[in-house]
């Protein structure tokens, strides 16, 4: 029974709408429609219980009154009717209807349904551009997506467990009272206006403070995630006490406002007492009037003492989950701000997927500068023929990694055209772009999973065989072997810790270069690939790399010329403009930038060390 319910819903479907809208009634309907026909049942449910817990009262009531008026040597014969209807709904139907609130609430949908949005929230997150995450902290954008969920499914169930049983047992308390006599429903009716009055005034403010206290909380969470992801430059630089700081200001301004946040939750909680008591001694009060004047029977007043009582014990618990949905729709509000986002790089509703024929790469007109006045290329053209091996070189911020992200459509152009064997990359899907293109960055970080899964990456059909061969291909092979981490993982199976912190920058690349190497595109990007690696290594990887760009059409960058050296063509940019192209040789002839940058590289020891010489 358990696993029925348990498996109606499928949490890590592919969502059929992956973009959640940003309006919030829309937003938890987006993920409660796909689980309508529970929350529906949850509804029915909540009103059985509701009718079930007011019902006990009457039965109190209606036994006493039977008691009073029955002879006791008749009592079970004329009473026995009740009697077994009132066990039956006690003893079988009560029991049931909770028994289905559980299975609904704690089966179906509590593990379910918060991973089901968890999933979906991640599945549209993870789709967006790489601006959207240098934008924000990566701990702050994992907090959200893993707080959202549960508190989405708080609000759902919540609402229909609290306010719809408030209501429908409201209802039922003043009708049972009515029953009596219309006058004991007064009190019920006046508690009901003052505490609607409470929540109108109290619950909106608890919404908005916890709002702003989800929100320090995240703060607080990134603060903390970022010290510890960049723990190696605090420990350099010996900035405990500034980390220190960094994060106390983060959990002093959360403390606040939560201090803040329990302060009016502490007013509340006061007078809501004050009212409950003005409710048992209003009701039963004048409940042992109407019986001092025949007015009711001594049932009555057994109904009304324990319905009060049951109203107020309950409302204490009903204004802390109303309190908690607020509390909950602050969380969801504060989540909407990462997940409700548009994606700001989405494929137009026609995309095709990019099948390189040739490898031909043309920029046409290109301009783009971060959405800056100044742009960084400007008017940019470049032809990247079939097979060609080109070397973009020029001085930091003149551009070069630049026209490798938007070749990759990591943002779109402000203007001009970027082609690849005559297909405008805009109309292609990002991920059939991304596929036929292997890049290898200066920065490169790893997953936290071991070698062979972080070589697989690049094609992750690919055997142990191949994962090997692209190792040594790479010059990897050696020191994987003499791997082992904290687990005792040996090997390709160790795993390299968060962004490979257990390898050496040189060893993270030549993994990364093993994982380009398995990949084997049509297109290839160096940007800097070797220049964590001493001078013996590089050389022993230049023949490997020569091997694996033999019919590719390769773009590459160095600061090291001498890494460029052997290009087809080189490409001298200066302010987002080329300035001068051609071979090695070629431009050490026209003695012109190229040049100049090659004898400051060249010689530029030399000239260190002649000056401090002169300065001695």
Same mark, same amino acid.
Request: aromatic share 8%.
């Given at each position: 029974?358990?696993?029925?319910?348990?498996?109606?819903?499928?949490?890590?479907?592919?969502?059929?709408?992956?973009?959640?809208?940003?309006?919030?009634?829309?937003?938890?309907?987006?993920?409660?429609?796909?689980?309508?026909?529970?929350?529906?049942?949850?509804?029915?449910?909540?009103?059985?219980?509701?009718?079930?817990?007011?019902?006990?009262?009457?039965?109190?009531?209606?036994?006493?009154?039977?008691?009073?008026?029955?002879?006791?040597?008749?009592?079970?014969?004329?009473?026995?009717?009740?009697?077994?209807?009132?066990?039956?709904?006690?003893?079988?139907?009560?029991?049931?209807?909770?028994?289905?609130?559980?299975?609904?609430?704690?089966?179906?949908?509590?593990?379910?349904?918060?991973?089901?949005?968890?999933?979906?929230?991640?599945?549209?997150?993870?789709?967006?551009?790489?601006?959207?995450?240098?934008?924000?902290?990566? @701990?702050?954008?994992?907090?959200?997506?893993?707080?959202?969920?549960?508190?989405?499914?708080?609000?759902?169930?919540?609402?229909?467990?609290?306010?719809?049983?408030?209501?429908?047992?409201?209802?039922?308390?003043?009708?049972?009272?009515?029953?009596?006599?219309?006058?004991?429903?007064?009190?019920?009716? #006046?508690?009901?206006?003052?505490?609607?009055?409470?929540?109108?005034?109290?619950?909106?403010?608890?919404?908005?403070?916890?709002?702003?206290?989800?929100?320090?909380?995240?703060?607080?969470? @990134?603060?903390?995630?970022?010290?510890?992801?960049?723990? #190696?430059?605090?420990?350099?630089?010996?900035?405990?006490?500034?980390?220190?700081?960094?994060?106390?200001?983060?959990?002093?301004?959360?403390?606040?406002?939560?201090?803040?946040?329990?302060?009016?939750?502490?007013?509340?909680?006061?007078?809501?007492?004050?009212?409950?008591?003005?409710?048992?001694?209003?009701?039963?009060?004048?409940?042992?009037?109407?019986?001092?004047?025949?007015?009711?029977?001594?049932?009555?007043?057994?109904?009304?003492?324990?319905?009060?009582?049951?109203?107020?014990?309950?409302?204490?618990?009903?204004?802390?989950?109303?309190?908690?949905?607020?509390?909950?729709?602050?969380?969801?509000?504060?989540?909407?701000?990462?997940?409700?986002?548009?994606?700001?790089?989405?494929?137009?509703?026609?995309?095709?997927?990019? $099948?390189?024929?040739? @490898?031909?790469?043309?920029?046409?007109?290109?301009?783009?500068?971060?959405?800056?006045?100044?742009?960084?290329?400007?008017?940019?053209?470049?032809?990247?023929?079939?097979?060609?091996?080109?070397?973009?070189?020029?001085?930091?911020?003149?551009?070069?990694?630049?026209?490798?992200? #938007?070749?990759?459509?990591?943002?779109?152009?402000?203007?001009?055209?970027?082609?690849?064997?005559?297909?405008?990359?805009?109309?292609?899907?990002?991920?059939?772009?991304?596929?036929?293109?292997?890049?290898?960055?200066?920065?490169?970080?790893?997953?936290?999973?071991?070698?062979?899964?972080?070589?697989?990456?690049?094609?992750?059909?690919?055997?142990?065989?191949?994962?090997?061969?692209?190792?040594?291909?790479?010059?990897?092979?050696?020191?994987?072997?003499? #791997?082992?981490?904290?687990? @005792?993982?040996?090997?390709?199976?160790?795993?390299?810790?968060?962004?490979? +912190? $257990?390898?050496?920058?040189?060893?993270?690349?030549?993994?990364?270069?093993?994982?380009? +190497?398995?990949?084997?595109?049509? +297109?290839?990007?160096?940007?800097?690939?070797?220049?964590?690696?001493?001078?013996?290594?590089?050389?022993?990887?230049?023949?490997?790399?020569?091997?694996?760009?033999?019919?590719?059409?390769?773009?590459?960058?160095?600061?090291?010329?001498?890494?460029?050296?052997?290009?087809?063509?080189?490409?001298?940019?200066?302010?987002?403009?080329?300035?001068?192209?051609?071979?090695?040789?070629?431009?050490?002839?026209?003695?012109?930038?190229?040049?100049?940058?090659?004898?400051?590289?060249?010689?530029?020891?030399?000239?260190?060390?002649?000056?401090?010489?002169?300065?001695?």
């Amino acid at each position: 029974m358990f696993a029925l319910f348990e498996r109606i819903l499928r949490p890590t479907a592919p969502p059929e709408r992956p973009e959640p809208p940003g309006r919030l009634l829309a937003f938890l309907w987006h993920f409660a429609r796909q689980a309508k026909w529970l929350f529906a049942a949850l509804f029915v449910v909540e009103c059985l219980v509701a009718l079930g817990d007011s019902a006990v009262p009457w039965f109190m009531g209606r036994v006493v009154s039977m008691v009073t008026n029955l002879p006791a040597d008749r009592f079970f014969a004329a009473a026995w009717p009740w009697l077994a209807a009132m066990a039956l709904v006690l003893l079988m139907v009560r029991p049931g209807v909770t028994l289905m609130r559980y299975l609904i609430n704690n089966q179906a949908l509590a593990a379910p349904f918060t991973g089901l949005v968890r999933w979906q929230a991640h599945w549209h997150v993870v789709r967006q551009s790489w601006a959207f995450f240098q934008n924000d902290f990566a @701990g702050r954008i994992s907090n959200r997506v893993m707080q959202t969920a549960p508190s989405v499914r708080s609000t759902l169930t919540a609402t229909i467990t609290t306010v719809w049983y408030i209501i429908v047992y409201g209802a039922s308390a003043v009708a049972l009272t009515a029953s009596a006599d219309r006058w004991l429903a007064v009190p019920i009716l #006046l508690w009901f206006a003052a505490y609607a009055a409470l929540l109108v005034y109290f619950v909106p403010r608890m919404r908005d403070r916890s709002k702003v206290s989800s929100i320090a909380r995240s703060e607080l969470t @990134g603060r903390i995630v970022d010290s510890y992801t960049n723990i #190696l430059t605090v420990k350099l630089f010996a900035r405990t006490r500034e980390e220190d700081q960094y994060v106390r200001d983060a959990v002093d301004r959360h403390v606040d406002l939560f201090i803040a946040s329990q302060r009016l939750l502490t007013i509340f909680g006061t007078l809501l007492d004050a009212l409950n008591a003005l409710l048992i001694a209003g009701a039963g009060g004048l409940a042992l009037a109407l019986w001092r004047f025949g007015a009711i029977e001594v049932g009555a007043i057994a109904m009304v003492l324990p319905l009060t009582l049951q109203l107020t014990n309950m409302s204490r618990q009903i204004a802390i989950r109303i309190t908690d949905i607020f509390e909950d729709i602050g969380v969801v509000l504060e989540g909407m701000m990462t997940i409700a986002q548009p994606l700001q790089l989405a494929d137009p509703a026609n995309a095709r997927p990019l $099948k390189v024929r040739a @490898g031909r790469i043309d920029f046409k007109n290109v301009s783009f500068g971060y959405g800056r006045e100044t742009g960084v290329l400007q008017n940019f053209n470049l032809t990247v023929h079939p097979g060609e091996k080109v070397g973009l070189v020029g001085r930091s911020g003149a551009g070069k990694s630049t026209v490798v992200n #938007l070749l990759l459509r990591f943002f779109n152009l402000e203007s001009g055209v970027i082609l690849i064997d005559g297909e405008d990359i805009s109309h292609l899907t990002q991920e059939s772009l991304r596929a036929q293109i292997s890049v290898v960055t200066q920065d490169t970080s790893l997953l936290h999973r071991s070698i062979r899964a972080n070589i697989r990456y690049g094609r992750p059909e690919a055997g142990d065989a191949e994962i090997e061969r692209a190792a040594r291909l790479a010059h990897a092979h050696e020191f994987i072997a003499d #791997l082992e981490d904290w687990q @005792g993982r040996r090997g390709y199976d160790a795993h390299v810790g968060e962004r490979g +912190i $257990k390898l050496s920058g040189g060893q993270r690349q030549r993994i990364a270069i093993a994982r380009v +190497i398995l990949k084997d595109a049509p +297109i290839l990007v160096f940007d800097e690939a070797t220049s964590a690696l001493d001078s013996e290594v590089e050389a022993a990887i230049q023949s490997s790399l020569g091997t694996l760009m033999q019919g590719k059409t390769v773009i590459a960058i160095a600061h090291r010329l001498s890494t460029l050296a052997q290009m087809d063509r080189l490409v001298v940019l200066d302010h987002g403009r080329i300035i001068e192209q051609g071979t090695h040789s070629e431009l050490i002839a026209q003695n012109g930038h190229y040049a100049a940058l090659w004898r400051r590289q060249a010689g530029g020891f030399i000239d260190a060390a002649e000056t401090m010489q002169a300065a001695e």
